[in-house]
């Protein structure tokens, strides 16, 4: 069975930085793609980024490109996304989550999820 879990949340002042991550056990980690999404009170599960299982490829949504920054480690099982340069509007439970082959953005493409991390980013 799949585990997923993320560490790394907080809070921290606008313009601040905060590292996630998250480690997988139960499968086969390096043949998975991994995504992180993130759900502010009141709003859908949003894609945030996304790496392939090789950590080639990076896909960033348009809200955080060029601030949020995510890797993997194959050998130690784990993922982790950087966030810098953080706003209030980054507010919100961030989750790391697992699918077989390719990576791809939608939500419900993702078959195995973490338990979330709160962020929180005061003004």
């Known amino acids: 069975q799949v585990q997923l879990v993320e560490s790394g949340g907080g809070l921290v002042q606008a313009g601040g930085s905060l590292r996630l991550s998250c480690a997988a056990s139960?499968?086969?980690?390096?043949?998975?793609?991994m995504g992180w999404f993130r759900q502010a009170p009141g709003k859908e599960r949003e894609f945030v980024a996304g790496i392939s299982w090789t950590g080639g490829t990076t896909v960033y949504s348009d809200s955080v490109k060029g601030r949020f920054t995510t890797s993997r480690d194959n050998f130690k099982n784990t993922v982790s996304l950087q966030m810098d340069s953080l706003k209030p509007e980054d507010t919100a439970v961030y989750y790391c989550a697992m699918k077989s082959g390719l990576m791809v953005t939608p939500v419900y493409e993702y078959d195995a999820w973490g338990q979330g991390t709160q962020v929180t980013v005061s003004s």
């Open positions: 139960g499968r086969t980690f390096s043949r998975d793609a």
